[in-house]
């Protein structure tokens, strides 16, 4: 299975902020890489797919790029409400399987 | 607006089997433009993919977890269902169901998550 490793793990950071999550894969992946934002007691969020698509009513600060094995999330200034934590996701190939990064928990400095 | 309801027992015994049922409104389990999936998460930890469905019944499963996973869709009920047999306590989770658009790869509506614990 392809395996997807977030750096960092944990990140702190100041409202205002411009940050950057990596997701590197064990091996070249297609475009079916997304992006996720949870926070506690919720589910997960989609936030970015197919690695730069912006879903639908995420706001613009929220970007992706990456191709092969890496990949990022940036968001451009960081707002109170984007605290959380943020995990990645592949899928290589249909059929799956499925993998998620091991998440990057995002704190106010 | 679609909207996912996981539903099933709170607590599950060792060696028991694990039954789950997700009950989708606002859109259908037999549109074909659509896979339906189960993701765990652990207390305090990562998320794992378990399996999906599609409308035509056909299943793809993490290889990990194949062996005592079971997911099946119930179109007249617009619900799909999980069942995860001889669990233990490493199967205590939040259990979301959630929706993947077909060719996309990318879960965009989630269940709000039901945590199932395995204890004696």
């Known amino acids: 299975d392809i395996q997807l490793t977030q750096s960092p793990s944990f990140l702190s950071a100041s409202v205002g902020d411009r940050v950057t999550i990596t997701c590197r894969a064990s091996?070249?992946?297609?475009?079916?890489l997304a992006w996720y934002q949870q926070k506690p007691g919720k589910a997960p969020k989609l936030l970015i797919y197919?690695?730069?698509t912006l879903q639908s009513g995420v706001p613009s600060r929220f970007s992706g790029s990456g191709s092969g094995t890496e990949f990022t999330l940036t968001i451009s200034s960081l707002q109170p409400e984007d605290f959380a934590t943020y995990y990645c996701q592949q899928l290589n190939s249909y059929p799956p399987p499925i993998t998620f990064g091991q998440g990057t928990r995002l704190e106010i400095k | 607006q679609v909207q996912l309801q996981e539903s099933g027992p709170g607590l599950v015994k060792p060696s028991e089997t694990l039954s789950l049922t997700c009950t989708v409104s606002g859109g259908s389990v037999s549109s074909g433009s659509y896979y339906w999936s189960w993701i765990r998460q652990p207390p305090g930890k990562g998320l794992e993919w378990i399996g999906y469905?599609?409308?035509?019944?056909?299943?793809n499963y993490n290889p990990s977890l194949k062996s005592r996973v079971t997911i099946s869709v119930d179109t007249y009920k617009n619900q799909f269902s999980l069942k995860l047999s001889s669990v233990t306590a490493a199967d205590t989770a939040v259990y979301y169901c959630?929706?993947?658009?077909?060719?996309?790869?990318?879960?965009?509506?989630w269940g709000q998550g039901t945590l199932v614990p395995v204890s004696s």
């Open positions: 197919a690695a730069s």
């Open positions: 469905i599609y409308y035509s019944g056909s299943t």
């Open positions: 091996q070249g992946i297609s475009s079916y």
């Open positions: 959630a929706r993947d658009v077909v060719r996309r790869g990318a879960f965009d509506y």
